[in-house]
């Protein structure tokens, strides 16, 4: 089992760029969770999917963050346009679960983005 | 979603035993109690869950008050790779499997 999968591993870009971030997650599972972490907030949940439909996005910061999961193999958050205040580490995790409960959460090693 | 509250900081030396506290009054009966810990510069991952009973794995022991307002992580002895930021989370039944992260306390082992 390869685990959960994201890339780019380090993503640095200049303001104004689109970035887009990707997860693969566990085959077989049927949720999916992105977080963002800095040092001032911590782990902070973005957006989550069950069965490749968004089911929660109101931790994503601004307009300018978009999440998708087109199968349940793949999915991509894109922030565009970048700002420096977006440089963070960004999670991808996903579960097998219905509804949450007792499932644990697998979590990809993460993509640090630096937004210059 | 129901609060934890947890020391900001905790050192222990290496084999010996660590006790991790955790304080959720406001629990709620559906609420389960999961503990992650995040290794320096990896992602979180499981360590434990229980919801009223003890509970023992490989990794720990989750004590849990017999009110369940508290519980306690235990890591019977302590080796240089438990260094880590250890989260205790409330995760209820209704909550699509999400979870909410806190501060969580930061471990130091000394040799």
């Known amino acids: 089992d390869a685990g959960v999968i994201q890339s780019p591993r380090h993503e640095v870009t200049e303001m104004g760029q689109e970035v887009t971030l990707r997860c693969k997650p566990i085959?077989?599972?049927?949720?999916l969770f992105w977080y963002r972490q800095t040092m001032m907030r911590g782990l902070e949940l973005l957006i989550y999917?069950?069965?490749?439909?968004?089911?929660?996005d109101s931790g994503m910061p601004e307009d300018r963050f978009s999440a998708k999961m087109p199968n349940a193999s793949f999915s991509t958050l894109k922030i565009q346009p970048s700002e420096p205040r977006d440089s963070a580490v960004y999670f991808c995790?996903?579960?097998?679960?219905?509804?949450?409960?007792?499932?644990?959460?697998?979590f990809g090693s993460g993509t640090q983005l630096s937004v210059l | 979603d129901a609060k934890t509250t947890q020391p900001n900081s905790m050192e222990s030396n290496e084999e010996e035993p660590v006790h991790l506290p955790c304080n959720h009054s406001?629990?709620?009966?559906?609420?389960?109690i999961h503990w992650y810990r995040q290794l320096p510069s990896q992602g979180p991952e499981y360590v434990i869950h229980?919801?009223?009973s003890n509970v023992n794995n490989r990794m720990a022991s989750l004590a849990i008050a017999e009110d369940r307002k508290s519980s306690t992580l235990i890591l019977h002895r302590a080796t240089l790779r438990d260094a880590a930021v250890y989260y205790c989370?409330?995760?209820?039944?209704?909550?699509?499997?999400?979870?909410?992260f806190g501060a969580g306390t930061q471990v130091v082992v000394t040799p």
């Open positions: 229980g919801l009223t």
């Open positions: 995790a996903s579960s097998l679960t219905p509804q949450g409960r007792r499932e644990k959460l697998f």
């Open positions: 999917f069950n069965n490749n439909v968004p089911i929660d």
């Open positions: 085959s077989g599972h049927n949720s």
């Open positions: 406001t629990i709620s009966g559906t609420d389960y």
């Open positions: 989370i409330l995760r209820d039944t209704d909550s699509w499997g999400k979870l909410q």
